[in-house]
């Protein structure tokens, strides 16, 4: 589990679990991520985590955001990562986080109104990682936006319902290594990447962006 150890003058004064999804940054009363000092912007930068990976990124503050001494825009957080931010430091702690990334890292947008560049992303280093063909892979939601934001489904069922309970905004099935998202009950469609799915469905690949009812969320394969 990633966590944050937070310094300020260099004495440490908390530390912050990183949930799923957003966090904000910043000296704003509310911020999931507090730093009360007047070198800190209200809204100064925002951390995103999705599954082990974890990428923040500087909301054009006054005084900027610094990763081991180097400013920065956006940055692929690696166990040990020394965030600076005016007085205060962040040290990022997780031993699972991916050290094999180097060109994601430099390519990812993060943005709450712009996830669909993350799946982009994802999906594009997922493609350039080998794997082992004979290895199981297991899929997953991560919950985007809604009143479940954050939140992950493991789809361990061979049909796994998406939507409110009584009607089906969307269904998945599961076939061994492959995932097919279908429309749900009484012309519910889902979206896929934006594109509404067919009456066939459409195969899910790792990073597929999928929007049912007011929800968002990222298909996750590994």
Known sequence: MAKLIIKFNDVVIDQIILKQGDMNVGRRPGSDVLLDNLAVSGNHASIFTIGEDSFIQDLNSTNGTFIN?????????????????????????????????????????????????????????????????DSPKKGSLFILSGANNGKRIDLNLATTNLGRSGKRAGIITRNGNRYLLLPGDEGQTPKLNGVKVGAAGEEMKNGDMIEVADMRMQFYLK
């Open 69 to 133: 001494n180097k400013k920065v825009n956006k940055h692929h957080l690696e166990n040990g990562d020394v965030v600076t931010i005016g007085s205060h430091t962040l040290t990022y702690v997780n031993e699972n986080a991916k050290k094999d990334a180097p060109n994601f890292a430099k390519t990812v947008i993060i943005s709450p109104s712009k996830h669909e560049d993350l799946a982009v992303q994802m999906a594009k280093a997922a493609a350039d990682q080998p794997r082992d063909a």
